[in-house]
């Protein structure tokens, strides 16, 4: 072996050896300043993929529209035009209105904040958000859905965004209970989630539950964490095993098309 | 060659943004593309070991620091009542270690790709990533429990290689530019026309 890849070795095992004694404190605050270093370039470079995104939907609805106008007139077109927009504005209007009422009905404190993207993690489901430390995110704040649907928590917020932990992800925990039954058990995601709709595995329920498929499942809200009667999902099957029964539960929240959610900064205990 | 490997690190750390605006295909079992680690094992096939190692230790602790997950803040009465304990992270600086691997691999058949045939490097690629990816999923069921393996899983690993793999010529394209600016002789065939 050359001296030079002799040194080279040597100094990457002592390097890989002090990576690896690092503490859990130490690790997280090299994230910390990995994600603030590079957050000015992803904010710019979600910028830039946010009008690329929308030029290139423009472009696919000029192409449609293109095909309608050989086939009908323009005036014809030109209010099939203006009924595209006026739905568009319809269903736009109709989000922000259920995010506004949300906001009022909830009896939460809440700040709402948008979806900037899916984080690049191979066997994880996280989410940045568009609040962080600035908005007073902090770390395990719960975070629902317009619809009132449990998301998720933060578990890393940053100046201006914060990642949160999907409740799909295999890490996420929460303690639960089914209505209309005195089953209480363990929720958490699944390592790989494939498909349309994210499937969540409700753990530790008594072998002899009855339970059926489209019952509710709320938060208890014990542990503290997630607050108590927080929908999270529906029954879709159950199987009992040796000691404990499991079930397959369909969550409340439509992940697929997530853009508004909504975080606790106080429950009405605290 | 200083300089050289000055810009890989450059393109490294590149690579670790662009990684960012890289978003899984959800019809093909959530397979993405893994520039980061492509750039590493590219770079491995151009440089000689030492240099491979700094890429590799560079690479899997941005990597980590990018892709661990460390929960906080979990309800710790949810472990009480069902006595387990809360769910492991995988340990910071393990993908040092598979890139390292990884590098090792590539630098294989080094001389292949000096001799100008950069297409089996490329397709070494491949196989290096899902093997990369395969030993990951079996450390995080070994760490985890549950070792839950399903075609969804091989799918996903399968997907994510090949896609990687696609875009190798691309990242190797990039190196024999970068080499050529920084008057780096990565091949046999260029080191034989300079002694003539």
Redesign the interface.
Known sequence: M?P??F???L??IA??VW??T?S?KA??K??EN?YST?SP??SK?GEI?AFATSFMEEVEHSEVLQKRLEQATRERDRFKLIGIRISELESENNELRNALDFKKKTEFDVISAQIV??E?????S?VEISRGDSDHIG??LCVLASNGGLVG?V??PGDDVSSV?LIT???S???VRVEGSAEVG?LSG???N?GETPRLRL??LSKNAVLQKGMKVYTNG?????PANIPVGTIEDFEAGPVTGEAEIIPSVDF?NLKTVFVITNSPGD | MFFYHISLIGLLLLSCIVQQFLPPINGWYDARILLLPLVVVCSAATTPTAGMLILTFLGGFLWDAQQILLIQGVDTEIYRDTYQSPIESMKFGYSILLFALMGFLMQGIQPLFKQGKWYLSAMLTGVAMSLYLTVEYLLLSFVRGGFDITSGVFNQIGLTALITMLASPLVFWILFQIANLCRHEISYDSLRQRTY
């Not at chain 1, 690049?120 to 994880?124: F, M, R, V």
């Not at chain 1, 014990?222 to 997630?226: D, E, H, Q």
């Open positions: 050359r030079l890849n040194i080279a070795l100094l990457f390097g890989t990576v690896f690092r859990e690790v997280r090299v994230q990995y590079i370039f992803v470079g993929d993207r899916r690049p993690l191979t066997w994880g996280t770390v395990s928590q578990y890393q932990l992800d295999e890490a925990r929460v303690s363990i699944r390592r790989t494939y753990r530790y014990r542990g503290g964490l997630f697929n």
